[in-house]
């Protein structure tokens, strides 16, 4: 029962810049969002988390919408490395919220 | 650092029978998390353990158990096994952020590959 959708593919050309976004239209007020990456053959890497202001890592920036019902993982730079697939995914703080529930995710395709 | 290790990394087993599957956290870390994903499908939430204790459970039936050990490390165990419980399983771990459950970051293991024939 994932909470978020988001495109099942996406496409980008190496060195340019990759919006990834996110629908979580039944967020709640405590719910923080996590983007996760898995790339092949390997578990899952977290990249960024946020609750309400946009944050920058090394790895990623994540904008989040003013009413939170979106958000957008960037990747300033796609390299070929960052082909995978991406999960968006909210997190509560109580009860079965908790958990991670992962959706299907987007896969990137990057293209050299 | 060593990040989450599981063993083994390849399981076969026959129906019917039991698998146990085992992950060592990050040190330091207290929180495990054990999810499956099936070959094509996402990652399906099974059991989070903190500090020895089950704190959450996924829609799984009773067959699939674990506990947490003093020193952290997890053990799953899944009874009765069907051919549908072939699929790749992933532990990871956490140290609980002040914030609670919803800041912390799981690291991930590479994962232990259970075949059910």
């Known amino acids: 029962d994932a909470k978020t959708t988001q495109p099942n593919s996406m496409e980008s050309n190496e060195e340019e810049p990759v919006h990834l976004p996110c629908n979580h239209s039944t967020i709640s007020g405590t719910d923080y969002i996590h983007w996760y990456r898995q790339l092949p053959s390997q578990g899952p890497e977290y990249v960024i988390h946020?609750?309400?202001s946009n944050v920058n890592n090394r790895m990623a920036s994540l904008a989040i919408a003013e009413d939170r019902k979106s958000s957008t993982l960037i990747l300033h730079r796609a390299t070929l490395r960052d082909a995978a697939v991406y999960y968006c995914i909210l997190r509560g703080v109580s009860g079965y919220g908790q958990n991670f529930v992962f959706g299907p995710g987007t896969r990137l395709s990057v293209l050299p | 650092e060593a990040g989450v290790t599981q063993s083994p990394t390849h399981l076969i087993k026959t129906r019917g029978q039991q698998a146990t599957l085992r992950c060592s956290p990050i040190?330091?870390?207290?929180?495990v998390y054990w999810y499956q994903q099936a070959l094509g499908l996402g990652l399906q939430f099974l059991l989070w353990?903190?500090?020895?204790?089950?704190?959450n459970r996924g829609n799984f039936p009773p067959r699939f158990s674990g506990r947490q050990f003093p020193n952290y490390s997890s053990e799953l165990n899944v009874n009765a096994l069907e051919l549908e419980d072939s699929a790749l399983y992933l532990c990871?771990?956490?140290?609980?952020?002040?914030?609670?459950?919803?800041?912390?970051?799981?690291?991930f293991g590479p994962g232990t590959r259970l075949t059910v024939l």
């Open positions: 946020g609750l309400t």
């Open positions: 040190s330091g870390h207290t929180s």
């Open positions: 353990y903190d500090e020895g204790e089950e704190r």
């Open positions: 990871a771990s956490s140290l609980l952020a002040s914030g609670g459950p919803s800041t912390d970051t799981q690291y």
